[in-house]
T-cell receptor
Framework: AQSVSQHNHHVILSEAASLELGCNYSYGGTVNLFWYVQYPGQHLQLLLK??????LVKGIKGFEAEFIKSKFSFNLRKPSVQWSDTAEYFC??????????????FGIGTKLQVIP | EAQVTQNPRYLITVTGKKLTVTCSQN?????MSWYRQDPGLGLRQIYY???????DKGDVPEGYKVSRKEKRNFPLILESPSPNQTSLYFC?????????????FGEGSWLTVV
């Protein structure tokens, strides 16, 4: 079974600092990869996703992520965070098995706190 | 507007009193699923459905039931709720369990079992 690891559970940054949140997964086959954001009191919203093509994907609000297949990683980055980026971030992996079976697994989330 | 709608959004109930959390999507999605979110555990899948009348267990199905009689609806049933089912529940849907399909989430249902 696949698993997803998010290394940083709680990150505190000052505004304008650069952000990188780690995500590693364990599955040797084909995957689709997602980053979701959950603002306080709200539901999860898609930030960006990768399913094929250019491994560097750009999402909303200046976020980007790079899929490195050899490292089983899909780290999220933003050059300069803002106070409004304070939220919880979830990495998710959709592992594609044979026969059309697929399974989505989420990481435990990283809470980002941006200090003005 | 494309959306996933859950009801109720907030509920406090007593141990053993059956309850149902409804979920409806208006995007003609085939795939629907339920997750629970708990601090330090992230989102864990309870049940999922690939299409009408096709449901299967996720990672934490104990204590829950689901049904998928219509494409748009996927209710979550707690036959005899217990305090360890106190959690934040999310319903989600996607076009299919297919490559690259975005998962859309409902706004969440806060359930407290006392």
């Amino acid at each position: 079974a696949q698993s997803v690891s998010q290394h940083n559970h709680h990150v505190i940054l000052s505004e304008a600092a650069s952000l990188e949140l780690g995500c590693n997964y364990s599955y040797g086959g084909t995957v689709n990869l997602f980053w979701y954001v959950q603002y306080p009191g709200q539901h999860l919203q898609l930030l960006l996703k990768y399913f094929s093509g250019d491994p560097l994907v750009k999402g909303i609000k200046g976020f980007e992520a790079e899929f490195i297949k050899s490292k089983f990683s899909f780290n999220l980055r933003k050059p300069s965070v803002q106070w409004s980026d304070t939220a919880e971030y979830f990495c998710a992996v959709n592992a594609l098995y044979g026969g059309g079976y697929q399974k989505v697994t989420f990481g435990i989330g990283t809470k980002l706190q941006v200090i003005p | 507007e494309a959306q996933v709608t859950q009801n109720p959004r907030y509920l406090i109930t007593v141990t053993g009193k059956k309850l149902t959390v409804t979920c409806s999507q208006n995007m003609n999605h085939e795939y629907m699923s339920w997750y629970r979110q708990d601090p330090g555990l992230g989102l864990r899948q309870i049940y999922y459905s690939m299409n009408v009348e096709v449901t299967d267990k996720g990672d934490v199905p104990e204590g829950y039931k689901v049904s998928r009689k219509e494409k748009r609806n996927f209710p979550l049933i707690l036959e005899s709720p217990s305090p360890n089912q106190t959690s934040l529940y999310f319903c989600a849907s996607s076009l299919s369990a297919g490559s690259g399909n975005t998962i859309y989430f409902g706004e969440g249902s806060w359930l407290t079992v006392v």
